[in-house]
């Protein structure tokens, strides 16, 4: 396991204060607030530890409310909303100087059989075929940003099945992105479906769904300057057990942008064609003056 994943493992460890209360960290962002993903998924954990016989998620609906600040940790209280004999259903809140910065709703479920069906894995790339981040970010990026961006996904291996963004700019295309990802290092101990999978997943979620926003239109988003973004909402669906230490396809695409913002949705394959997650995120999508 790489010194970067253990890092995440540990941000993802929340302090319990009081039965239902958890106090998380922050660790250093691209931008000066909280990444939302990080946000996104300490939340789930802060539910996840309050349901009885470890039931997995299978959703969750958030808002992002307010910029999260860095240096402050971030203090989750859980409601517990229901406790089903199926279902179980929790509401948190994510405070920071006496302010809610992120609301979250998830649903948990016992495991049942039922019908089963899914639609076909889009087709992609071998991801071993394709440059690792190290590799392609000092291609299309000043060097001073793309080590920033190394350093914030330091412990996943994201790899981008096309051009990403910045490296089209100018130049829209259709506005669909695919990146494969799994973290730096095996999760040893934890099966496929556990929360931590969930919860990793959710954290990388975050990254780059609103890119097929920023193709549509030949816009490098923050790494260039040319559009300034944020996070406003964020739903998942879990379908299928997976796990986040092995290759996972991040399919996504944007059918539509308007009023300052836009909207981006997405699937999670399993490398062996099983439909593991649904994603769907709005985010503020502005273009500078001048820009």
């Known amino acids: 396991m ?69 240096g402050a940790p971030i203090v989750y209280t859980v409601d517990r909303i229901r406790d089903g004999r199926s279902f179980t259903t929790r509401r948190v809140v994510a405070v920071q100087h006496g302010q809610p910065i992120f609301h979250l709703s998830a649903s948990f479920q016992a495991y049942e059989e039922g019908l089963e069906h899914q639609d076909g894995m889009p087709p992609a790339p071998d991801p071993e075929t394709l440059p690792t981040a190290a590799d392609a970010l000092p291609l299309h990026l000043p060097p001073d940003v793309a080590q920033r961006l190394l350093d914030a996904r330091a412990a996943v291996d994201l790899r981008y099945a096309d051009l990403p963004p910045w490296g089209t700019v100018g130049r829209p295309r259709e506005a669909r992105s695919q990146v494969w990802f799994r973290t730096n290092g095996k999760l040893e101990g934890e099966h496929a479906g556990s929360l931590l999978h969930l919860c990793l997943a959710t954290y990388v979620s975050d990254m780059t769904l609103l890119d097929s926003v920023l193709l549509a239109h030949g816009r490098g988003g923050w790494a260039v300057g040319d559009v300034v973004g944020a996070s406003l909402d964020h739903a998942m669906w879990f379908h299928r057990p997976f796990r986040a230490d092995e290759w996972l396809l991040y399919d996504q695409e944007s059918p539509s942008a308007s009023g300052g913002r836009g909207l981006g949705q997405a699937r999670i394959w399993t490398r062996d064609g099983r439909l593991a997650v649904t994603v769907i995120q709005e985010g503020v999508v502005r273009v500078p003056r001048g820009r």
Not at 8 to 17: A, I, T
Not at 32 to 45: C, D, E, K, S
């Open 2 to 70: 790489s010194e970067e994943l253990e890092s995440l493992l540990g941000l993802l460890d929340l302090e319990r204060v009081e039965e239902d209360i958890f106090r998380g960290v922050s660790r250093t962002s691209l931008v000066p607030r909280v990444f939302g993903g990080q946000v996104a998924a300490q939340a789930l954990v802060a539910a996840g530890r309050t349901v009885p016989d470890a039931r997995p998620a299978h959703s969750l609906h958030a808002y992002f409310l307010r910029p999260g600040d860095p």
